[in-house]
């Protein structure tokens, strides 16, 4: 990777070398430093509090360069810890991405893995595949999962079926805020396996039982908390739109199928007002957290499930979710670990979603397991200890679109079936195709990424 200037929460450089605007909050706080691992070696396992927002895109935090966003308690987390500027989702959709993170894989790798997104109830992520809640849990963590599960149906999938001690929350991709319906009229909030009524707006619940679980006493044991809010995932239903929750759940109740995806609703001024609730809602757990005694000793982790949708602020990077472009895989990322890692720091190593799981397995003391290799590579060597991470390449597939990083270099073929060779150093917007006048390295990381997919699973119909 080349060199780079110290970014300020106002000039937005990044892996693009591009300058973004940020908000005026943000204009006054200090500049960060390029990451440095701390010289502290000595800290008990941590807590782990893995907090992902749902189809929130890479600009729309005020830290990340938002001009009409404003995410105060993010941006603080941001300045506490090490903010990421080239972190990756493992997949473009919801769904993929979760069994990246939850096995360490490809989603490819899995039958469930290959929808794009799961819709149909006989997929899922088999309880037989060893996930970081199953492999934390043998290394002696109790295990939550609360809010958005993705990855399977009941009665054959379920969280508390692959590792988790507790699961609260939605089985489904979406669901109406205030009734929990989701897209064929099935009330979707559940407490383990068992319905839990509640009519209250979704992400108040979520905040309040993950406020709960942070400050419950868990005695010797360190813990896991995935916590998976919906928010700014459509339909567009801020806390008090009673009436447009009407509408949505009249029309789901009449059969419309497409009800929950709302395109005829929202603005970028009500997404806005979610993605601020996202924050403020974050901000109380946090709270929760420090009130508890455990901050020192809990690693915060916040991320992006994918890429923005519609109403996103991505600039300047192309493409939405569903798209392996920038703007459907490159997501926000803050990692905060007040007794290892320093504050006001940014990385600019290209990571994604599987390194996480390698990287929490590791500082958790747990071993992934053999027969289920993991394809992420482990940050812990890179965080806590300062060692350079070697090159290697970020990998995705999608139907229809292709894409591997390796350093500064990006190969990606579209749906249009064009080669194409991106330098995201210089170009973020993937503009300047380099493909002609780079032959060789693009024959060199196509070649790469047709080694990695000839391992995978076809997707079903066969092309991919």
């Not at 109790?142 to 993705?150: C, F, R």
């Not at 939405?320 to 920038?326: F, M, P, V």
């Not at 292709?402 to 079936?417: D, M, Q, S």
Request: hydrophobic share 35%; charged share 25%; glycine share 10%.
């Amino acid at each position: 990777m080349t060199s780079r200037t110290p970014l300020s929460r106002r000039t937005l450089v990044g892996a693009a070398g591009l300058a973004a605007t940020a908000s005026p909050a943000a204009a006054s706080a200090p500049e960060e430093r390029p990451f440095r691992a701390a010289d502290r070696r000595r800290s008990k396992r941590p807590n782990i509090l893995f907090i992902l927002g749902d189809d929130l895109g890479w600009a729309d935090l005020s830290a990340y360069g938002s001009p009409h966003i404003r995410t105060p308690n993010l941006d603080r987390l941001a300045r506490q810890g090490v903010r990421f500027t080239d972190a990756y989702s493992g997949s473009a959709t919801c769904s993929p991405t979760r069994f990246s993170l939850y096995t360490g894989r490809f989603p490819g790798r899995t039958k469930g893995g290959l929808a794009e997104p799961i819709a149909d109830k006989g997929v899922g992520l088999e309880p037989t595949h060893p996930t970081l809640a199953s492999l934390l849990k043998g290394a002696g963590y109790s295990t939550a999962l609360i809010g958005k599960w993705h990855c399977g149906f009941l009665p054959d999938y379920s969280p508390t079926r692959s590792g988790w001690d507790e699961f609260f929350g939605n089985f489904g991709g979406a669901l109406e805020y205030y009734s929990k319906l989701g897209g064929d009229g099935e009330y979707d909030l559940y407490e383990g396996d068992a319905t839990y009524k509640d009519l209250r707006y979704y992400t108040r619940i979520l905040t309040e039982r993950a406020s709960d679980f942070v400050r419950r006493d868990h005695g010797d044991k360190p813990w896991l908390l995935n916590l998976n809010f919906t928010t700014p995932h459509w339909p567009w239903i801020a806390d008090g739109d009673e009436e447009a929750s009407a509408e949505v759940v009249r029309r789901i109740k009449a059969g419309d199928k497409r009800a929950l995806w709302h395109q005829d609703g929202g603005s970028v001024e009500k997404y806005t007002e979610m993605v601020e609730d996202l924050d403020r809602s974050i901000g109380e757990v946090l709270k929760a957290l420090k009130k508890s005694g455990q901050e020192e000793d809990t690693l915060v982790f916040f991320a992006s499930d994918n890429g923005g949708e519609r109403f996103s602020y991505n600039w300047p990077l192309t493409g939405n979710k569903g798209s392996l472009q920038e703007g459907g895989i490159r997501v926000p990322t803050i990692v905060r670990w007040p007794a290892r890692l320093d504050g006001r720091q940014v990385s600019h190593v290209p990571v994604f979603t599987p390194d996480w799981t390698a990287t929490l397995l590791e500082i958790a003391g747990a071993r992934p397991d053999r027969a289920h290799p993991l394809d992420g590579t482990s940050l812990a060597g890179y965080l806590l200890r300062g060692e350079r991470l070697p090159e290697r390449d970020l990998f995705w597939r999608v139907r229809g679109e292709r894409a591997l990083r390796r350093g500064e270099w990006k190969y990606y073929r579209g749906k249009a079936g064009k080669d194409q060779l991106f330098r995201l150093t210089a170009d973020a917007r993937e503009q300047a195709d380099l493909a002609a006048a780079e032959p060789a390295r693009l024959a060199s990381l196509r070649a790469a990424w047709e080694k990695t997919d000839a391992g995978l699973l076809p997707y079903p119909g066969g092309a991919s």
